[in-house]
């Protein structure tokens, strides 16, 4: 079955930067639009960026923009989260998604997606 794994979180300071990795096994990843979300201890889960199929449309929750950057790599099968200037607010869970989209350049940014991963903590101290 469809394998979304993702790697790279940890423990950072403030100010500090992280870059996430996901890496998609099992699907024809360049059909895939993927997503980033989040869920804080005694929250609920929460978009925090979207990259479209070619990777050419992009969207972010208001929270991260201008410190997150979504990318991927059609050819690794991988998609990217380069976090910067990390707050502890941003102290979360950290999920990739996967979802079929027929557009090339449309993201989506509900958690309508189907396929998920099993998550990479990160932690912002102060």
């Known amino acids: 079955q469809v394998q979304l794994v993702e790697s790279g979180g940890g423990l950072v300071q403030a100010g500090g930067s992280l870059r996430l990795s996901c890496a998609a096994s099992?699907?024809?990843?360049?059909?895939?639009?993927m997503g980033w979300f989040r869920q804080a201890p005694g929250k609920e889960r929460e978009f925090v960026a979207a990259?479209?199929?070619?990777?050419?449309?992009?969207g972010y929750a208001d929270s991260v923009k201008a410190r997150f950057t979504i990318s991927r790599d059609n050819a690794k099968n991988t998609v990217y989260l380069q976090m910067n200037s990390l707050k502890p607010e941003d102290t979360a869970v950290y999920y990739c998604?996967?979802?079929?989209?027929?557009?090339?350049?449309?993201?989506?940014?509900?958690?309508?997606?189907?396929?998920w991963g099993q998550g990479t903590q990160v932690t912002v101290s102060s």
């Open positions: 998604a996967g979802k079929l989209s027929l557009y090339s350049d449309r993201v989506y940014t509900s958690d309508s997606y189907v396929y």
């Open positions: 099992r699907l024809t990843f360049n059909n895939y639009a």
């Open positions: 990259l479209s199929r070619s990777g050419g449309t992009t």
